[in-house]
């Protein structure tokens, strides 16, 4: 079967992207110290399933840009949890003038994914930067927490960066419409929101992994684009 054809497509994220100054971390969090990453790296160590290897579950940036180096990647699905643009972001992909979203693992359903096995040689070096990319700020949007990913090579013990609902950028599930307009429009000093979108649907398609979700949020938000800068609107 030919790979479907995404209507969001980088021409409209080149319309969106902005070149914007990064004026350093918000003043409005607190973030962790050195310790402080350490005594959660010791934590996760000690709550490890026994089992001699260590994956990482992914599944949204993390699969295109893990950032740690793996020795083995896997497709997988673990049930309790669903891909939720309910993350609100003031930065990094947003300003405070035009604030965006970023997509978590909230509570619910099941996702399909992908696990990455981690070298035990660097293990607590790959931790520390998941931890500064995930849980940099205190309280922490995000949580670390073991599931059970399920393989074609049967069930695999992975750590998972869940969603905080009690985190301070936690919104739920929000009006379709605001999730589109946000993601159309928000840009920062490192991307846009349309861009992390486009990216993340892209490389699920290349992995076979169809999020109907996400493909009816990419094909509203290539219309939004449009509408917005006046180009042609996507096929139906």
């Known amino acids: 079967m030919p790979p479907r054809r995404m209507a969001l497509t980088p ?7 902005r070149d914007i100054e990064f004026k ?25 399933p026994d089992t001699e290897e260590f994956w990482l579950f992914a599944s949204g940036s993390l699969i295109w840009k893990p950032e740690v180096e793996h020795l083995e990647r896997r497709v997988a699905t673990i049930r309790g949890y669903h891909r939720s643009f309910c993350l ?3 930065q990094w992909r947003a300003t405070p003038e035009q604030p965006g979203l970023m997509m978590a ?14 070298d035990h040689d660097a293990l607590e070096e790959q931790l520390r930067k998941l931890l500064e990319r995930e849980m940099r700020m205190r309280p922490s949007n995000n949580l670390a927490r073991w599931v059970a990913a399920q393989t074609d090579k049967g069930p695999v013990p992975a ?50 992994i169809h999020d109907r979700h996400l493909w009816q949020l990419q094909q509203l938000v290539a219309q939004r684009i449009a509408e917005d800068h006046g180009l042609e609107l996507p096929a139906e």
């Open 159 to 208: 750590l998972a960066f869940v969603m905080n609902r009690k985190g301070p950028g936690y919104v739920g599930r929000l009006p379709i419409e605001e999730t589109v307009t946000m993601l159309a429009r928000a840009c920062g000093h490192i991307g846009s929101c349309a861009e992390y979108l486009y990216n993340t649907v892209a490389h699920l398609e290349e992995l076979g």
């Open 88 to 90: 609100h972001m003031r």
């Open 24 to 48: 350093g971390l918000d003043p409005n969090y607190t973030y962790r110290t050195d310790e402080e990453y350490q005594a959660v790296i010791d934590d996760l160590l000690a709550q490890r």
């Open 11 to 17: 021409d409209h994220v080149a319309r969106v992207y």
């Open 105 to 118: 693992l909230d509570r619910g359903g099941q996702c399909r994914g992908v696990i990455f096995r981690l």
